[in-house]
């Protein structure tokens, strides 16, 4: 089945500081891949996303590019602010198009200190 | 526009009780999906409605259920309620089978007794 996979937190770092969050991924097909963001006490946001292997996505700065060749989809951040503060989930979808349900890793937890 | 909306915001139930938890989408989407964001175990697929049918569930036991009314907005049943029930649930929506993105509402945090 499919799974996803991403490192351990809590992550904290000064704030202007390089930000990178491992994810990685099994799947059967060819899935399409998220990254979404929690801030405290809110739902989820989508943050950035790829559909197809070496598409970059990004977003508010933040970046991720499709590897298939190592199954990964790693985000990353040049210079974190505190407002980046949040919990961080790496998620896939195998259906075509990424209609159908959603496969999340268990979440990063990012705190930027100034 | 207004985004994915949930109520209630919170619910308080007791062991052993039923609780009903609504979702509207966006208006246009057809899709709404359900999550349950239990505390350790992140965030799990419970079910998926489109234009008005069960397309796909989770690994949870049957007393979690749900449909999808003609305007599209679902509600989520839980019966029987343990205390491990208690999570945030979560419904997203998108426009359909093969959209790429899934808009998430706030949640409803469910608490067990």
């Known amino acids: 089945g499919n799974s996803v996979t991403q490192m351990e937190g809590p992550v904290t770092l000064s704030e202007e500081a390089f930000l990178t969050i491992n994810c990685t991924y099994t799947?059967?097909?060819?899935?399409?891949l998220f990254w979404y963001v929690q801030y405290p006490g809110e739902g989820l946001q989508l943050l950035l996303k790829?559909?197809?292997?070496?598409d970059k996505g990004s977003n508010k700065g933040f970046e991720a590019t499709y590897r298939k060749e190592t199954t990964s989809f790693h985000l990353e951040k040049g210079s974190v602010q505190v407002s980046d503060s949040a919990v961080y989930f790496c998620?896939?979808?195998?259906?075509?198009?990424?209609?159908?349900?959603?496969?999340f890793g268990t979440g990063t937890q990012l705190k930027v200190e100034l | 526009e207004a985004g994915v909306t949930q109520s209630p915001t919170h619910l308080i139930k007791t062991r052993g009780q039923q609780a009903t938890l609504r979702c509207s989408p966006i208006?246009?989407?057809?899709?709404v999906y359900w999550y349950q964001q239990a505390l350790g175990l992140g965030l799990q697929f419970l079910l998926w409605?489109?234009?008005?049918?069960?397309?796909n569930r989770g690994n949870f036991p049957p007393r979690f259920s749900g449909r999808q009314f003609p305007n599209y907005s679902s509600e989520l049943n839980v019966n029987a309620l343990e205390l491990e029930d208690s999570a945030l649930y979560l419904c997203?929506?998108?426009?359909?089978?093969?959209?790429?993105?899934?808009?998430f509402g706030q949640g409803t945090r469910l608490t067990v007794v």
């Open positions: 998620a896939l979808s195998d259906h075509p198009g990424g209609g159908n349900k959603l496969t």
């Open positions: 799947a059967t097909g060819y899935p399409s």
């Open positions: 208006s246009g989407h057809t899709s």
């Open positions: 997203a929506s998108s426009l359909g089978q093969k959209n790429t993105e899934a808009f």
């Open positions: 409605y489109d234009e008005g049918e069960e397309r």
């Open positions: 790829a559909t197809k292997a070496d």
